[in-house]
Nanobody, 125 residues
Framework: VQLQASGGGLVQAGGSLRLSCTAS????????MAWFRQAPGKEREFVVA????????YYADSVKGRFTISRDNAKNTMYLQMNNLKPEDTAVYYC???????????????????WGQGTLVTVSS
């Protein structure tokens, strides 16, 4: 499975961006897809995940109410709508996917088998 992430860029604080992640294969109901991010000098952290089966979503507390994950089944694509961006959201954003995860592992980056190349989001103050 190959993942292609896009949509990053430079935005002012308070602005919005939408990231996309397209899978090379049909995203079956077994998949969990997620976004992680890594800021300069920091470890990669969980942002949000989507259980393709049923559509359950899981958000990090730091982005709740500002970020929204969604999907387009026909396009095998996951989106991350990011609103009210803050300078601390500056990071490289990675999409990830796995077909064997259990919900309790959904926030653990090392549990994901497939990763996109990352897209840089820079939020200026």
């Amino acid at each position: 499975v190959q993942l292609q992430a896009s949509g990053g860029g430079l935005v002012q604080a308070g602005g919005s961006l939408r990231l996309s992640c397209t899978a090379s294969v049909r995203t079956s109901s077994r998949f969990i897809m997620a976004w992680f991010r890594q800021a300069p000098g920091k470890e990669r952290e969980f942002v949000v995940a989507l259980n393709w089966s049923g559509g359950s979503t899981y958000y990090a507390d730091s982005v709740k109410g500002r970020f929204t994950i969604s999907r387009d089944n026909a396009k095998n694509t996951m989106y991350l709508q990011m609103n009210n961006l803050k300078p601390e959201d500056t990071a490289v954003y990675y999409c990830a996917a796995d077909s064997r995860l259990i919900v309790s592992s959904i926030r653990l980056d090392y549990e994901y088998d497939y990763w996109g190349q990352g897209t840089l989001v820079t939020v200026s103050s």
